[in-house]
């Protein structure tokens, strides 16, 4: 069993910064890949980014590529996402994920359904 809790969201300003950490339980967390998921009022839970367990491949999604960057460190069993420019639209509940199924250390997903573990979320508000 493995269990993630988020934190570091709140509230700031359209162009600020945050990062958020996701500190997991475990011995395996090492071969976790690991996903940053958000989901707003009324939508559905939408892929933010990945990182592959060996840290060496990750994946974001279109619309925040060049302002936020995923990373993980092992060594703490925490993944991390700082979140540069922030803009109203990134207003969401933010969750982590982790794959304990990942094969091969490059190996990461975008797909909701492959992630069979997940935090509590952590609410980021971008006002205007």
């Known amino acids: 069993q493995v269990q993630l809790v988020e934190s570091g969201g709140g509230l700031v300003q359209a162009g600020g910064s945050l990062r958020l950490s996701c500190a997991a339980s475990g011995r395996t967390f090492s071969r976790y890949a690991m996903g940053w998921f958000r989901q707003a009022p009324g939508n559905e839970r939408e892929f933010v980014a990945a990182?592959?367990?060996?840290?060496?491949?990750?994946a974001y999604t279109e619309s925040v590529l060049g302002r936020f960057t995923i990373s993980r460190d092992n060594a703490k069993n925490t993944v991390y996402l700082q979140m540069n420019s922030l803009k109203p639209e990134d207003t969401a509940v933010y969750y982590c994920?982790?794959?304990?199924?990942?094969?091969?250390?490059?190996?990461?997903?975008?797909?909701?359904?492959?992630?069979?573990?997940w935090g509590q979320g952590t609410q980021v508000t971008v006002s205007s």
């Open positions: 994920a982790a794959d304990s199924t990942a094969s091969g250390s490059h190996y990461y997903t975008r797909t909701v359904y492959e992630y069979d573990y």
């Open positions: 990182i592959s367990w060996s840290g060496g491949s990750t």
